[in-house]
């Protein structure tokens, strides 16, 4: 490799940390500060460092029952979206059958509607079923954006895995849920890897319809924060350090699903 | 072509299920209420399409869409090239790369009404790192007092916000490249800028169309973080559509015009969109082609 | 069960109507599979794309009139408004020429 395109290389992808990471910094600056610190003065590192504000979110039921509700049913949305996305990919990038392509964009079109209005049809539909405030709700609510977002992101994974791999595998023998478990699935690794991220991901920080379908039970974090908000001001530090930890879960998640987006198709090498 | 075979609807049904139970009954209730003038579920007129014409005149809205399709413009120029430069940067293996990944997405993980708040914060000139900064350097900078600049701070906040989306979808197509490509471009001595154009970007090209679509619709319909920084001011240069219809919808609680604004709002997004996946694809299927006859 | 929908009858027969469509189409397609071709649209389209563009195009030329209609009224100096019922004979138009010629 060259070596001075290796360094501008390096060089841009430090300044764009750098720009990436100066606004968290600072986010995680403002959590160890007291509110009055925060508004009055300039500081680089907390003056009066303080746990106060994690204090808070650990000691408080409706705080941290906030991250548990919120991880409840991300989980059961990614299951959920990933497991229904997988088969209906495969039927897209491996056949053609009445209206495929139709469906394909209606799946699409799905993430097309401005929530302002869709939030109240959505509280009734959910009233109706007796479903208001429980996990499974906000799950399913969610899968109207994640679902069609799974089946895309995976389909193209799997349009780029030779046709040839399954007729092989068909006249070696394999059964359809057998070749699609042990010899298809591993090779779309980073597809399920990048689609099981996004699904965690766009479902853990939407906040409209989670704050909509829940009032107490199922009380998202990204609701609960919003409380911050108050006659008084704004608790910025409780707010940053909530915000802060809202950060980890998806940081463990994509530490164990680097290893698929990075190591990508495994074709490559034979 | 793909053989044709009608079972494979069994694998797509489960899909078209769960998605269709959460949103073609709000759909259709959406288009009940944009048709009349509900005071109350027992007492509601209808009203024909009066509401869709009183939208459809409503000059402030003409300005908010012109806003919002410069800015979502703005938004793709910037994190598309930006998103595949970082991805191209982007280490391909070792500790390094791991790193890499989870330090670009963590800005993603942060929920959009936070984002918002940190960057009031962040912003300003007597508190903030990025406003300190620039006043540091000598820039006059006020993103409550000045349209432009506040224009360009949502801006700024956007790419910071969702480039390692863009930049995560293409990351994980050029890993999803054979190393096989890359040797015999070596052994035809391809240089840097001919692998890109002939390797590297027909490979990207589904991962750009989600990138290039995900990124359209979501800042066309961006609402939380520019409300929270700006409150869609100084004035109205950042009332984006959607704050104008929240403000609609909620703050004057006028359900029909606020539904008719949506189901427009809707189809002005689906025309776009529609444009923009066959185009597309239409390029993807002619370099395909052009690359057939080489 | 469905009284929070506030269904109105014009709704409920413009999406049984689309409905129909949808079945009548599947049963056409299945009767005579439709060949993709090119006409006077940009792009290569088979039968469901041409109705999909119909419909889009038919809810545009409906919308834009409604846009118009106040200055129509204006420019032509009618009593009242032209009636939407104008524009939804276009719209129809349009949308059977772009199914047959596109």
Redesign the interface.
Known sequence: MNEA?FRW??L??LA??L?????????VN?SFKTNQE?????T?LPQQFTWANYATIFTDASWYSGYINSLIYVAINMV?SIA??L??A???S?????G?KH?F?W????????????L???F??YTTLGLMDTHIAVA??H??FN???A???LE??M??VPREIDETAYIDGYSFPRFFLTLFLPLIK??V??AA??CF?FS??E??LARTLTSVDAKP??SV??RTVSASG?D?AV??A??TL??L???VV??FV??Y?????A???V | ?????????W??L???I??A???V?????????S??D?IS?ER?V?V??EW??AV??DEELHAALWRQLTFSLAVLAVEIP?GI??A???P??GWR??L???????????????VG???Q??GRA?????G?ALAWLGVDYSYTGDATDAWITVLAMDV?HWT??VA??C??????????YYQAARIDGAS?LAVFRYIQLP?LR??L??AV??RF??SF?I??EPFVLTGGGPGNATTF??QY??QK??GQFD?GP??A??L????I???L??IL??WMQ?VGTADREGAGHE | MF??????T??AV??CCIALMLVGMTVWEIKAPTVSRKGFLP?ATTRGDRLFIGL?AA??IN??F??L??KLAEWLSLAQEPS?WISFVVSMAVLALILRRG
């Open positions: 395109r290389r390096t841009f992808l764009y940390l720009f990436a990471l100066l606004p968290i910094y600072w986010m403002m925060i508004l009055a003065s300039f680089l959920i229904v996305a088969p209906a495969y039927a897209f491996r056949y053609s059958f009445l495929d469906v964009f799946l699409l079109t799905n993430r097309m509607t401005p929530p302002a209005v869709f109240l049809p959505f009734q539909l399913l609510a899968l109207v679902v069609p977002l089946v895309w992101i193209g994974f349009s780029g980073s597809g890897g990048v991220f996004f991901m853990w920080v906040l409209l974090i990204v924060m919003t704004m910025w707010l940053a909530a915000g809202t950060i879960p998806g940081a994509i530490w680097r290893h987006i990075a190591k990508g198709f074709m490559g090498r | 072509m793909k053989p044709i075979n009608q079972k494979a609807w694998l797509v489960p899909v078209v769960c998605v139970f959460s949103a009954l709000p759909l259709m209730t959406v288009v009940n209420y048709v009349q509900i579920p509601r209808f024909g399409t869709f014409a459809m005149r930006l430069a970082l191209l940067s982007m391909a293996r790369a791991s890499v990944l989870v330090l670009v997405a963590l800005s993603l993980l942060i929920p959009w009404n936070v708040t940190i960057w914060i962040y007597d508190i903030g790192l990025l300190a910071w390692p989306l995560l979808l990351y994980a197509g050029l890993r999803s490249i054979p190393d096989a840097r490979k589904g991962v169309m989600i679509l995900l619709m979501d319909m609402y939380t559509l959607s219809l929240t919808a909620v359900l606020a539904a604004f949506s427009i709002y809707f189809l997004i689906l025309l969109c529609f996946y066959n239409r | 009284a929070w929908m506030v269904w109105t014009p709704v413009f999406f792009i889009l809810a545009y919308l834009g409604i846009g209609a106040g939407i």
